[in-house]
């Protein structure tokens, strides 16, 4: 039997940059957390991850990782 998975294109092993940013007031809708960052060795933002936000692929952590990377220095502004 073929173990092939029409979704897996490619893989590679690859070198980014991961920072952990603990945020969160301590309040009830903003509890204290880490907030995980993943970039480019040369600063373009891969993804990001806060747990108050749900699972990696939801809309509101696709809607973080747009805000995040307009705040980076020396990344292109979308906006």
């Known amino acids: 039997m073929n173990k092939f998975s ?3 294109v490619e893989t590679k ?5 991961h920072v952990r940013v603990a945020t969160g ?5 903003d509890p204290p957390r880490m907030v995980n960052f993943y970039y480019c060795p040369d600063g373009q933002l891969l993804a990001c991850y806060d747990p108050l936000l749900g699972q990696p692929d939801s809309a509101a952590q ?9 705040y980076m220095p020396g990344y292109p502004d979308y906006g």
Do not use: F, H, N, Y
Request: glycine share 10%.
């Open 6 to 8: 029409p979704l897996s």
């Open 13 to 17: 092993l690859i070198k980014v940059i």
């Open 62 to 70: 696709s809607s973080l990782q747009r805000t995040s990377a307009m």
């Open 25 to 29: 007031s301590g309040d009830e809708g």
